[in-house]
């Protein structure tokens, strides 16, 4: 994925958590807890779901063919609001479960109940970026902070983001706490950002200036950092993003789906901004399936600037390594001696792949979760032909998920 | 599908090629070939892909990110010249496994060696409605005549729809022929129509019509019929598929990839145009994938015209039923007594199916290839979890697969 290490046919060697070794012929000779043989499958880095809410897999199909205001305060909010860290805990796993049936080795999750989601990453072994998400009804600077210090050391498989849930959320005394706190720690930052054009007016009417514009007079993004969706952005804008570093998190299932519109991700590339993909929460798109937002990356690109936009192998540096550097996992991005062990194997012997005329193309254009027959995170192997490795029984899973549902009013 | 047959937790009894019977609690109480326990997963009638073209499965990410008259000229024109009868057979055959890993029953396929997509479905028991595709280059009114008449009486799992390839491969001493062979045979006529914006340019430059007036206007949609993509339609053209009962199949995969257009969808739907979905070929989509197809059919008409359009069960409808009747299988529309057994059961102890807030919704916005753990047509089982049951090899079809398109030059 970064160029060091393209197609070949060979081995790869897991000790611990990350590759010992890999190549056509590679010295180690075991012995070996456990040999695979791959069958000519693919072993490619997992994809990196650069921007998801999890805990919101109890309202899957629940609210749709609404537009975003109306979902959100008429279905998602007061539901939300009857969570309990239990809930949040066991619907993260519910999501865990779907990211690794979809090769998903990595989450950048901004949800509440931020210790429950961290303990289910850490209880299934699902490696996860945690983002501060406060906001006019919960959160401040110094509980994200706190939070920063406390989640930075957990765990390997944890890391923290500072961040908050969206300028429209979010009045002017929290925000400059909020940016006071950026400067201080000088780390980079995350937030929801420019998802609807009415958004941005509303940020337009009171401010005079634009969503990212705004922002940026107040410094959030001197040290780096992005938005997720990144839908309504002008041209001034993008300038903004390339100088202060900013990734832009695409999320085109859920932009499609609530009718947010279409990422300006070829205009992104022209310009070198880097670009990641995000599934966003299972109550909007409503699957967290890479495969669907990797094809809608590409495709509604295709739509708007011809058929040569936006190519196979794009795609996958969007959504194998640059989803990496976002969460602050560089060690994830691709596979390479010393790097972690975070892998899917990709079945080929399907017939969605055949014939292997360009295996690459085939894993953008054609590939599905049908196709994932393992999922190894930190070396670990979650995820095996259908079978998860996770310390829990799915079906306790759905039917807790299934009882928080109707539990609520 | 058709509102007969409502979601319900029961049985349902095969027998031969027919639905005997399926409620709550059915009469028959054996002795079975065999009892399958469904443990609570869904059992609806199969996916009809209303156009594809299953033969070009060798040409699969080869010629990808390219407009689509450069990609027929420079890609898939030269290539296809060398194919043989035998690789045909062998082909379809590859496309009719991924078809049956995504729940497909039926397909609507436009290629050439037409005996030879007959000979696959058959010995793989796929049911299969093929459509003539004469034009300049290669057939007649009066070998489609003779096809139709050959076709039509083959086996109970082929149909045969009167057809030419499309308006701009086809000059007009030959589609006046064809009109001719309408007029005589009184039947339903399907081609590619108002697929890109160039095509019907060119047609108002030399008829001064759009498409489907100028095909109109030579009678060839008097007995019904269709049109394949119609992504760039006028509102007269809508009146006219309307008043002569015509089926849109769109092929949003194929449109978005090779940059296309949107097809009006919603349109169609306001006016009663019934709507059909297909894949299109595999050298375009790249994937015969159903799940992503009745993505896109809703999500980008959401784009369009807001959040609200076009909702799962219009999809469905489309998917299942709308398709059944353009290929001239009305028995294949739903699962009710005496109908065929053209059935699928999607697996819902899957994370992305759960909670079960609402089944339909699930299937098509977060359903995926991997949910597909049975296809049945005409009450046999074709594939089930991960097997196919037609007769042959998969990894002899993939060798034969490799083997035609590294023969080509």
Redesign the interface.
């Known amino acids: 994925m970064d160029g060091v290490t393209p197609l070949f046919t060979g081995e790869l060697i897991v000790s611990s958590s990350r590759v010992a070794a890999l190549g056509e012929h590679v010295a180690f000779s075991g012995p070996f807890d456990r040999e695979i043989d791959c069958r000519g499958n693919l072993l490619m880095p997992g994809f990196k779901n650069a921007h998801t809410h999890s805990g919101m897999?109890?309202?899957?199909?629940?609210a749709?063919?609404?537009?975003?205001q109306r979902?959100l305060t008429e279905q998602v909010f007061p539901k939300e609001a009857q969570l309990t860290p239990d809930d949040v805990y066991t619907l993260s796993k519910?999501?865990i479960?779907?990211y690794l049936?979809s090769g998903i080795t990595m989450m950048f999750d901004m949800y509440f109940s931020r210790e429950s989601i961290a303990s289910a990453a850490i209880d299934t072994g699902f490696r996860t970026a945690l983002v501060g998400c406060a906001n006019d009804y919960g959160g401040s600077a110094k509980e994200t902070e706190q939070e920063y210090a406390r989640f930075s050391k957990m765990n390997p498989l944890i890391s923290y983001q500072l961040g908050f849930h969206a300028e429209y959320t979010t009045s002017e005394p929290l925000l400059k706490d909020l940016a006071e706190m950026v400067h201080s720690l000088k780390q980079p930052f995350y937030t929801h950002l420019s998802e609807t054009a009415a958004e941005v007016e509303s940020c337009v009417a009171h401010s005079g200036m634009r969503t990212i514009e705004y922002l940026d007079s107040l410094g959030f993004f001197n040290y780096g950092g992005g938005g997720y969706h990144c839908v309504h952005v002008s041209e001034l804008e993008m300038e903004i993003m390339k100088a202060r570093g900013m990734t832009a998190v695409t999320c085109p299932?859920s932009?499609?789906?609530?009718?947010s519109?279409?990422a300006p991700v070829y205009e992104y590339l022209e310009r070198g901004i880097p670009v990641a993909i995000g599934t966003d929460g299972?109550a909007s798109?409503?699957?967290?399936?890479f495969?669907?937002e990797m094809?809608?990356v590409?495709?509604?690109q295709?739509?708007r600037?011809?058929?040569?936009?936006v190519?196979?192998m794009d795609v996958l540096t969007m959504a194998c390594r640059n989803g990496a550097y976002a969460c602050g996992f560089p060690d994830c991005d691709s596979l390479a001696v010393g790097k972690q062990a975070d892998l899917i194997m990709i079945d080929l012997?399907?017939?969605?792949m055949?014939?292997?005329?360009?295996i690459e193309?085939?894993v953008v254009?054609?590939?599905?979760?049908?196709n994932?027959i393992l999922t190894m995170i930190a070396g670990r192997i979650l995820y095996e032909r259908g079978e998860f490795a996770i310390g829990v029984d799915?079906?306790q899973?759905?039917a807790e998920?299934?009882r928080?549902?109707r539990r609520m009013k």
């Open positions: 897999t109890f309202l899957r199909s629940l749709d063919d609404l537009p975003l979902w519910l999501a479960m779907e049936t299932g932009n499609t789906k609530l009718a519109g279409v299972p798109n409503n699957c967290l399936d495969f669907r094809f809608l590409t495709g509604l295709k739509l600037h011809g058929a040569e936009a190519d196979a012997h399907q017939p969605n055949q014939p292997l005329n360009n193309k085939n254009y054609s590939g599905s979760k049908q994932v799915p079906e899973i759905y998920a299934t928080i549902i």
